[in-house]
């Protein structure tokens, strides 16, 4: 389910069914990487939008947490957003993003961190870039399923 007003609704008569957050990391720049970070955030929103739509009904597509790279409280503000998701009945928390420098940062979260290289799509045709992005939808959904199901009950 999307962060809109008619599928919130659909989220609230069925909140039981739906235990994962999904939360696209999207870097911001200005200066020389404005094209790169462009990218990234084109690829996340296709991305997530396609697992979304394959996982319907299971998981909750957040908006996109957006920050600048040199932000100095990024961390900290993705622990919050991903303890407020907790905090309201979500056992899965997963943080999408092509932005390498969150590797670093990886241990000190606590939740699932999925990091995958960002795919220029500007220079493909429509099938190809279908194609990679089905690809990379199949291998999401594969670390959800392992996560689900080994799940601490």
Do not use: C
Not at 3 to 19: G, I, N, P
Not at 81 to 103: G, I, P, Q, R
């Amino acid at each position: 389910m999307r962060w809109t007003a008619k599928e919130l609704d659909m989220y609230s008569q069925s909140k039981e069914y739906v235990d994962t957050v999904l939360i696209p990391l999207v870097p911001l720049s200005f200066g020389g990487e404005m094209k790169q970070t462009g990218s990234m955030n084109e690829f996340l929103t296709i991305l997530s939008l396609e697992i979304e739509k394959q996982m319907k009904g299971r998981i909750l597509l957040m908006p996109s947490l957006q920050y600048l790279h040199n932000e100095k409280d990024k961390v900290e503000r993705l622990k919050h957003w991903a303890n407020e998701a907790k905090e309201n009945n979500f056992k899965h928390v997963f943080f999408l993003t092509s932005d390498y420098e969150w590797k670093k940062d990886e241990r000190e979260l606590e939740n699932h961190l999925i990091w995958i290289p960002a795919i220029p799509l500007e220079n493909l045709e429509i099938d190809q870039a279908r194609g990679m992005i089905g690809q990379q939808v199949l291998q999401i959904l594969d670390i959800f399923t392992y996560n689900w199901k080994n799940e601490k009950k």
